[in-house]
């Protein structure tokens, strides 16, 4: 096989690897299954696919086509050569405006296409909870709906055409014919006569005609998609009738079984009205949900979602989700959101207060919020973290994607609900709720144990006796996740041994070698076999020196991931998660690669020492511990804790390089530096020495190194501390690492801003935060100052009297780590300490809050600020207290840069190695949005090293926002 790929490799232009590596990081998706491909390839051009087929089709090889691999059904991993379209075929072709079309390449991401589409008046009307991932090539193999299919069906409604390349290695286009078309398409002596002379032979029959209008899903059922959609064309000329026939309607749901989609064109709507709000309905229990779904229903809703107590309890472990959670009152059973739009204001409040009667006259509701416009969004954030936040719930047990995708005519979801509920009390199981309740469709997810053979089993029966509950209701065993290898083994016993011949003969007549995904819908393999974990399998116990208890180790807390794929979200949807993906478009950038590898060595290493692979080394390395997938991950993977957690494993093994040594006791050469501070400076910043000595050590020679200022921080602050008490109370404000050798400045400010707004100041008495240690791995170092600290400051730091950071990456450390770096003894004084150690704006506008300070102690200037936030205190705190207190004075604006991490994160800029990577992640947003201010624009930058990329980047200066408070103070 190896002599195979290499030939190959040598026919195209494009990337292949088949590395161990790789097959790990492609061998999952977001399902439960697990099949380590051949190789991997990420073609560049149609005629890079065409080989790839031609070599697989010669071989006898098969095809997994594959996006952004956010299947739920195991659609898109398989023993083959996996093609990831998802980096390269990205370009919108071509807009039509006045037809209202859009035709795409199959990589382009549903949110991207929106957003390019808004100043049109258009989009896209399918949405999907993965819209800011998810590519239109695969919501066409899976038929994808979204939350707002009651107005807008589902892919396959708005699909115009698309182009396929087949097993011939030709591509084709399949489109709307006419009847006169249909019979010359007959006559073609190639691959497109051979489908359609197939697809007439199949479907002229009447018997089979017959069969099909029996068998299949009743026509109400908006979510649709088990096995292929042979009833789109019956009544057709297909079956003698006059009207078009479009065969694309078919390979909508085939989920790359017949092709490899090279080219869709898109039927477009007119953007929604004006407004939109939603109401959120509270309901007592989770049982009301279903006829009080057939109330809202009545008033014409766009959409009606579901979120069930058990989703809701776990969106409050969630950073992220917490601040979504503002319109939940109380701990409801279940809450529909319900969504209506309009161009008057007046007629969405009507109608809400309508359907509000009507609830409440049959009992249900007890609390009805009405969400506007913009706010509506986080409503949704929320309803879309539902599968993320799942893989919070602690143990092995977890809700699995089994029967999540069942869909009836919703009038009789409440009796097929009710049935269900039997099958579950009848198995001793949990299950959660959550979805589109509107449409008849319920993500239903029983809570099963996939490691247990028991449950391995359990999997199989529920499914099973599922698939016959929802025939009898005339329902689709899959409304929009698709069969994959999850559903395609009920596919028989659901529609019968008849019918599914004929859809075996369809995926004859397109791809006859079966190369193209096989085994998925047609002759699947037992749906529980090939899973993520082998049943039965124990875990060795891994020790660590952070605390991962609330995971039960940290092997658990990387199965956390359940491969969602929300780190696959470029600059264009904002956030920080995951900034070198964003800038490399690789798989092997995202945190879920990172998640995979992990798994897989911790799993099944053999080395007394697990972590000690290479492989591990450099699927972290490009990590730039930003935090953001501990906020913004639905399931909360912390990847920098784990990535600190594995360096100290992998220098145990392995040493610790001078580099990582130099960076992480940078306290203590800064403090020899500081005994002659302007020689050190000079040779810093000569461009001879500086040069010699940064290539020497590993760091990129076009850097400027920080310079150390003349005298400490400390040394100023005993000079020049007061007497007298301050009025207002005391404070400890943190002479971190930074400022006490770098931006000795800042906390000069700090100091006279809280003297002058009447605070005593004291310096908490720490030599060092210990924030270079974790960051590099050092993490033993890390823990031993991390305890120190906790014990020198217990018994001081109060609430009255609380600690005060001024970089968010140093004090912030005493309330993300500390707490898993704390001895046993020292745990409760830990997390007494991380509640009162505050940022300095959550501290200033603590105090506002409280009435202790006032907006006539500042300047009436008018002043326009740009913030860029940093990214760990996105993770863990927020910018909002640094937005409200930079426009506490009475006529600064502010605005946030839409940026996630600036790049540099500490000293990952710095080294050589990672010096290009950290600009382009600088170029995604930061940069553009900085060279674009004006110049009396003040760029502000809480954190130290997002300080020196602005300026490395675009040459602006940005300041730390407590200069900023400092000149507007009287």
């Known amino acids: 096989m190896e002599e195979l790929l290499h030939s190959l490799k040598d026919s195209i232009k494009c990337n292949i690897k088949w590395d161990r590596s790789t097959l790990i990081q492609y061998s999952t998706d977001a399902s439960a299954y697990k099949e380590t491909p051949i190789a991997v390839a990420w073609p560049e051009h149609k005629s890079d696919i065409q080989k790839i087929v031609q070599f697989c089709k010669q071989n006898k090889i098969p095809i997994i086509p594959r996006a952004a691999g956010t299947s739920l059904a195991g659609q898109v991993v398989g023993k083959g050569v996996i093609v990831d379209i998802s980096k390269h075929f990205r370009n ?194 989770r049982t009301d949900a279903f006829k009080a779904n057939l109330i809202a229903l009545r008033h014409n809703p766009w959409a009606v979602e579901l979120m069930d107590n058990i989703i809701l309890e776990c969106t409050k472990g969630n950073i992220e989700q917490q601040k ?71 143990g ?19 009796d097929y609900m009710a049935d269900f509920e039997m099958i579950m009390q009848k198995y001793n199981l949990e299950c959660v709720y959550h979805a589109h309740i509107g449409t008849g469709e319920l993500h239903l997810r029983p809570v099963l144990n996939l490691k247990d053979p028991k449950d391995v089993e359990l999997f199989h029966a529920v499914g099973k006796e599922v698939a016959s509950l929802v025939k009898r209701y005339k329902g689709s065993l899959s409304g929009e996740h698709g069969d994959g290898r999850l559903r395609g083994e009920f596919i028989p016993l659901f529609y019968g041994e008849e019918v599914y011949e004929l859809m075996r003969k369809v995926k004859f007549a397109f791809d006859p070698d079966k190369i193209f995904n096989p085994g998925k819908i047609v002759d699947t393999p037992p749906m529980n076999t090939s899973l993520r974990y082998q049943p039965g399998q124990i875990d060795k116990p891994i020790e660590t020196i952070f605390d991962f208890s609330k995971t039960r180790g940290i092997l658990r807390a990387a199965e956390k991931c359940n491969g969602s794929g929300d780190c696959r979200k470029t600059h264009l949807s904002g956030g920080t998660l995951c ?162 050798y770098n931006d000795v400045h800042i906390g000069v400010k700090a100091v006279n801003l809280l003297k002058r707004l009447g605070y005593e100041v004291e310096l908490a008495d720490i030599f060092e935060s210990g924030r270079t240690y974790i960051s590099k791995g050092l993490i033993r170092t890390a823990k031993r100052i991390a305890n120190r600290n ?23 450390s005493f309330r993300d780590e500390y707490p898993d770096l704390a001895t046993p003894e020292n745990k409760d004084k830990a997390k007494l300490l991380a509640r009162n150690a505050l940022l300095f704006e959550e501290f200033f506008m603590r105090e506002v809050n409280e009435g202790r300070i006032a907006k006539e102690q500042f300047k009436k200037d008018n002043k326009k600020i740009k913030l860029h936030g940093h990214c760990q205190q996105k993770a863990v705190a927020s910018t909002i207290k640094t937005k409200e207190m930079l426009s506490f004075p009475p006529n600064y604006t502010v605005e946030e840069i839409p940026s996630g991490c600036c790049g540099m994160a500490g000293s990952f800029g710095y080294e050589k190695e990672h010096y290009e990577l950290s600009m382009k992640i600088g170029e995604l947003v ?45």
């Not at 039509?96 to 949110?111: A, H, S, W, Y």
């Not at 292929?228 to 078919?250: Q, R």
């Not at 929604?272 to 109401?279: E, I, N, Q, R």
């Not at 760091?699 to 920080?706: A, D, G, Q, S, T």
């Open 92 to 285: 919108i072709i071509h807009l039509d405006t006045f037809n209202r079309r859009v035709t795409v390449e199959p990589g382009v991401i549903l949110d991207e296409l929106n957003i390019y589409l808004k100043p049109y008046g258009l989009f896209f009307g399918p949405e999907t909870s993965t819209a800011n991932r998810c590519t239109i090539s695969g919501m066409v193999g899976n038929n994808s709906c979204g939350s707002h299919s009651l107005v807008y069906g589902s892919t396959r409604d708005h699909l115009h055409s698309l182009k396929m390349i087949l097993d011939d290695g030709n591509e084709y286009s399949f489109g709307e014919i006419t009847k006169q078309e249909f019979y010359e398409k007959l006559r073609l002596e190639n691959r497109e006569g051979d489908i359609y002379r197939s697809i007439k032979a199949i479907l002229e029959s009447k018997e089979n005609q017959k069969l099909i209008s029996e068998n299949y899903p009743d026509a109400s059922v908006k979510r649709r998609n088990t096995g292929y959609a042979l009833d789109m064309l019956l009544n057709t000329c297909v079956t003698g009738e006059d009207s078009p026939v479009n065969l694309a309607k078919i390979i909508a749901g085939s989920e790359g079984t017949f092709g490899i989609i090279t080219e869709i064109s898109l039927k477009l709507v007119a953007s929604p009205p004006k407004h939109k709000a939603v109401v959120a309905v509270h309901l007592e229990n």
């Open 324 to 394: 979504n959670r503002f319109f939940v009152k109380g701990d409801p059973g279940a809450i529909l959101i319900v969504e209506f739009f309009a161009d008057d204001k007046n007629d969405i409040i009507k109608s809400a207060e309508e359907m509000k009667a009507d609830m409440q006259s049959s009992g249900y509701g007890y609390h009805f919020p009405l969400v506007w416009d913009d706010e509506t969004a986080k409503v949704w954030n929320l309803r879309k973290a539902g599968l993320g936040v799942l893989s919070n719930i602690e």
């Open 396 to 414: 092995d047990a977890k809700p699995v994607s089994l029967i999540e995708d069942t869909a009836v005519p919703v009038d009789k979801l409440p």
């Open 579 to 740: 900034p070198s993906y964003m800038a490399t478009l690789n798989e092997s950038n995202s945190t879920r690669a990172r998640a995979n590898i992990l798994r897989e060595f911790l799993t099944n290493s053999t080395k007394k020492n697990p972590f000690n692979h290479k492989e591990l080394y450099e699927i972290l390395d490009l990590c730039l511990s930003c935090k953001g997938c501990k906020n913004e991950c639905p399931s909360s993977v912390d990847m920098a804790k784990l990535k600190a957690e594995f360096l100290q494993h992998w220098y145990d093994s392995n040493g610790i390089p001078l580099r990582t040594r130099l960076i992480a006791y940078i306290t203590h050469v800064n403090r020899l530096g500081s005994i002659f501070p302007g020689l050190t400076n000079w040779v810093l910043s000569n461009k001879f020495s500086s040069k010699v000595l940064m290539s020497l050590l590993g760091f990129e020679p076009i850097r400027k190194m920080p310079l150390l200022h003349k005298v400490t921080f400390k040394k100023w602050f005993s000079k020049n501390r007061a007497e007298k008490k301050g009025k207002k109370g005391k404070v400890y404000l943190l002479p971190d690492e930074f400022t006490n």
């Open 790 to 812: 906790i014990e020198k400051l217990s018994g001081i730091i109060s609430e009255k009297s609380p600690l005060i950071g001024i970089e968010p990456s140093a004090i912030l």
């Open 926 to 970: 930061l940069f553009p949005e900085v060279r674009k201010s004006s110049e009396d624009t003040i760029i502000v930058a809480p954190g130290t090293s997002c300080r020196h990329q602005i300026k490395d980047g675009t040459g602006r200066e940005a300041v730390h926002p407590i200069e900023v408070m400092w000149e507007a103070i009287e």
